[in-house]
């Protein structure tokens, strides 16, 4: 016997779930359909992709032209006798002048050369001493000025630039 009236939200709440549950099952049914049409998918891209990768590993890659002439250009570089120019300008140096800076300029076996040297007379003979050197073609003077003394640093006044161009072999 039952003397508690029936709620009139039981048939509601009951249909609510009913409806939940069947909508979860739904769901997941949905979900594990897009898995098995996702994974049928990626194996025929994988099919696709396996013969195209044997077959351009059979044939030559292709390379931009711009990027096999700077290669090269960085392959030749390094072909320089680097050693050798710069044991050459080391024996040239004396204490009256310094070197600051050397830039190669590959292509033209040639080195851009910024220093310092006591005295004007300091930096006309070590430009001598590299003209007499026959590992050197060319070694010309491109600028030469004096600095004030407080200026100068290492107490060499006179600041200078030349280019010394290495003998091809």
């Known amino acids: 016997m039952d003397f508690a009236p029936r709620s009139l939200w039981r ?28 994974a049928l998918a990626v194996s025929q891209i994988e099919a696709l992709q396996r013969p195209a990768a044997g077959a351009s590993s059979s044939r030559p890659v292709m390379f931009r032209p711009e990027a096999v002439d700077e290669a090269d250009r960085l392959v030749s570089g390094l072909q320089r006798p680097w050693e050798p120019m710069l044991n050459a300008l080391q024996a040239a140096l004396r204490d009256d002048v310094i070197v ?65 161009e290495w003998r091809r072999p």
């Open 11 to 38: 048939r509601a709440t009951l249909l609510c779930m009913a409806l939940g549950v069947i909508g979860s099952i739904a769901a997941l049914w949905h979900r594990h359909h897009l898995l098995e049409r996702r």
């Open 100 to 164: 600051n800076r050397v830039q190669p300029e590959t292509d033209a076996f040639r080195l851009r050369i910024s220093g310092q040297a006591d005295s004007s007379q300091a930096f006309v003979e070590f430009v001598q001493r590299l003209q007499s050197d026959p590992l050197w073609r060319v070694v010309e003077p491109l600028s030469e000025s004096r600095q004030s003394d407080n200026a100068a640093p290492d107490g060499k006044p006179v600041a200078f630039q030349l280019t010394a």
